[in-house]
DNA sequence: ATTAATTTAAAACAGTCATTTGAATTTGAT
DNA sequence: ATCAAATTCAAATGACTGTTTTAAATTAAT
C-alpha cells in the first residue's frame, strides 16, 4: 500500500560510503560501525538494507565496477615498449602510493590484493587479467621473440614484485631501508630506477642462451603467505 | 626448605616448543594453547613460569639467538660478486621456501618480518643489519664506484622485494600466475631468474648517465602495508 | 488516522584468547 | 609418614572486538 521513498536514500548513501571505507580500510578492518558513522545512518541499516556486511561489500565492488572503473590501464599504448614499461611502472606505483585523489576502484583493487576477502575471487580473475596481459605484451615487445613463455612469466613477477614494494613495506621501513623519508621526488626516482633497472633485466634475459654454470638445490615449496581469506 | 626440579623440565620444554610454534606461526597466530598442547603441558603453564605470552615469545627469540643462529649469510663471501649475488639470491630464497628442514631463527626472523609484534625492535636491527651490508657490499663490488649510496639501496630493494615474492604472493596466486605447480625445480628456475635479471639491472644502474628524458609527477606517499604490531 | 516502512538505542550474540583461580597432586626434605 | 612448598590441572573469568537482533519509537504516505 504505502511505499515511502526515503529509504532508498539512506542505502544509496550507505552504499557509497561502504565503497569509501571498504576501499580505504579493506574488507576486514572496515567494521560496519564505520560505514555507518560515516554515512550518518544507524548501525542496523547495514542489516537492514543488505543483510549483512558480506552482501554489502559485493554489492559496493559491484557499484565501484559499474560506476568507477577508470581507464587504469590508461594511455601505456603508445610508443616503443620501453617507454610504455616506464609508463606502465609509474602508473602501477602511482596507483600503489597515491594519496587521497586515487580512484575508488584502484584501491578497493588494492586491498583485496593485499588481503583478500575471499568474497571476489569470480570477479577477480576478470579484472586483473588484462592488466597482467598489457604488462606480458609490453615485456615481450622489449624481450624479443626467442624468450618463453615462462620467462615471460618471470619478468612480470620481478616487475610487480618491485613495485609492489609500496605495498608490502610498512612506509617507515622503507624510509628506514632508504635512510631518508619518502617524498614524492624520491618515490619518482625509485620508479625511474624500477625502470632502468627492469629494462636490463628483461633484455638481458631476451639475449641470454639458456643453461646456467651453477645452480646448487633447492628447498621444497611452503606457503608463507599473509592471512587466510574471512569465512 | 623444598626444591623441587621437575619444574625446570616442563620449563624447557615449554621454552623449547614455543620457538617453534612461533616460528611456525608467527606471534600473533601462536595462541597459547597451541604452544601447551603440543608441549603436552597445561595451558596455565605459560604465565606460571613466563608470566605472560609476551615475556615468552622474548625468552624464545633470546633462546634461538643463543642457540640456533646458524651461519644464514654463510658462504657467500668467496668468488666474483656476481657468483656471491647469484648464491646469496639463492640462500634468501631457499630460506623464504624451504619446508620443514628450515632452522628456527630463519623462521622466527622470517615472521618477524612479515607481520611483525613490535616486541623486538631492539634487537631487530641488529640482527638484519649485517645481512643487508653484505648484500649491498655485492651489489657495490657488481655497479662499481661511480653509483651512489641511494643506487646501491635502490638495487638492494629491487632484489629483495623480487625474493620477498614467495612470502608476500600467496603460493597459490604465484601457481596461478606462473600457470604450473610450485616445484622445487621451478623455484630454482625463478631464483635462477631473478639473479640473471638482478645483475643486468645492477649492470644497467652502474652504467648509467644520471637524469632522465621522461619524468611526469607521482603521487605522494602513503602507508598502505599490513597489520599494525600488536599491543 | 492508519499502516507499513524506516530509524533508533540498546542488547544480544558469537568468537577468540590470554589470564586467573583454587583445588588437587606431586615432590623432597624432615 | 608427614608436611609444606612447588607444580599441575580443569574450569572459569574476563576482556576484547564486532556483527547481528530486537523491540520500541518515529516517520511518510494514504
Request: proline share 5%.
Amino acid at each position: 500500500m504505502t511505499k515511502r521513498e526515503d529509504g532508498k536514500e539512506t542505502r544509496r548513501r550507505l552504499l557509497i560510503t561502504a565503497c569509501e571505507v571498504f576501499a580505504e580500510k579493506g574488507y576486514r578492518k572496515a567494521k560496519v560501525a564505520d560505514i555507518c558513522i560515516q554515512a550518518g545512518v544507524n548501525v542496523a541499516s547495514v542489516n537492514y538494507y543488505f543483510g549483512s556486511k558480506q552482501t554489502l561489500y559485493k554489492e559496493a565492488w559491484q557499484h565501484v565496477l559499474e560506476n568507477f572503473q577508470e581507464p587504469v590501464l590508461a594511455d601505456t599504448a603508445g610508443g616503443s615498449p620501453q617507454r610504455r614499461l616506464r609508463r606502465h611502472i609509474q602508473t602501477l606505483i602511482q596507483n600503489f602510493t597515491a594519496g587521497g585523489d586515487i580512484g575508488l576502484f584502484s584501491r578497493l583493487y588494492l586491498m583485496e590484493m593485499v588481503n583478500p576477502s575471499g568474497l571476489m575471487q569470480d570477479a577477480w580473475h576478470e579484472i586483473i587479467e588484462p592488466r597482467r596481459r598489457e604488462l606480458q605484451d609490453i615485456i615481450r615487445g622489449i624481450a624479443g621473440p626467442d624468450v618463453g613463455e615462462l620467462g615471460i612469466r618471470f619478468c612480470e613477477l620481478s616487475i610487480v614484485n618491485q613495485c609492489r614494494m609500496f605495498v608490502t613495506i610498512k612506509n617507515s621501513d622503507l624510509e628506514y631501508m632508504l635512510d631518508q623519508p619518502l617524498k614524492p621526488d624520491l618515490i619518482k626516482r625509485l620508479a625511474d630506477h624500477i625502470a632502468d633497472f627492469s629494462l636490463a633485466g628483461i633484455r638481458a634475459v631476451g639475449t641470454r642462451r639458456d643453461g646456467h654454470p651453477e645452480a646448487p638445490a633447492a628447498g621444497c615449496g611452503t606457503s608463507l603467505a599473509g592471512d587466510p581469506p574471512d569465512p
